[in-house]
């Protein structure tokens, strides 16, 4: 199994980044996939999920409206499409698969917002 996210960097505020995440190793169209972000010094948070068709999103609080998750099946690939951003969406972004082996994670991607 194997994730790879990229597409993150540093964008100023009120800006638009777009993650993407590459899985291999799994039936991808099976599973629900998920973002999660971790800030310094705090926490690692889930901030969007989406299932297995796609047609089932949800999100944090502090990203509805602004984030919007969405699934290629045919390319194994899930999205990050992130708008409006803030300093405080400054984290590091990561994709998560929770398989019937176990739940695996990408290396994660920098996501920096500052002017």
């Known amino acids: 199994v194997q994730l790879v996210e990229s597409g993150g960097g540093l964008v100023q505020p009120g800006g638009s980044l777009r993650l993407s995440c590459a899985a291999s190793g799994f039936t991808f169209s099976s599973y629900v996939m998920r973002w999660y972000r971790q800030a310094p010094g705090k926490e690692r948070e889930l901030v969007a999920q989406?299932?297995?068709?796609?047609?089932?999103?949800n999100y944090e609080d502090a990203v509805k409206g602004r984030f919007t998750i969405s699934r290629d099946n045919a390319k194994n690939t899930v999205y990050l499409q992130m708008n409006s951003l803030k300093p405080e969406d400054t984290a590091v972004y990561y994709c998560r698969a929770n398989l019937f082996s176990g739940a695996y994670w990408g290396q994660g991607t920098q996501v920096t917002v500052s002017s």
């Open positions: 989406i299932s297995n068709t796609g047609s089932i999103t």
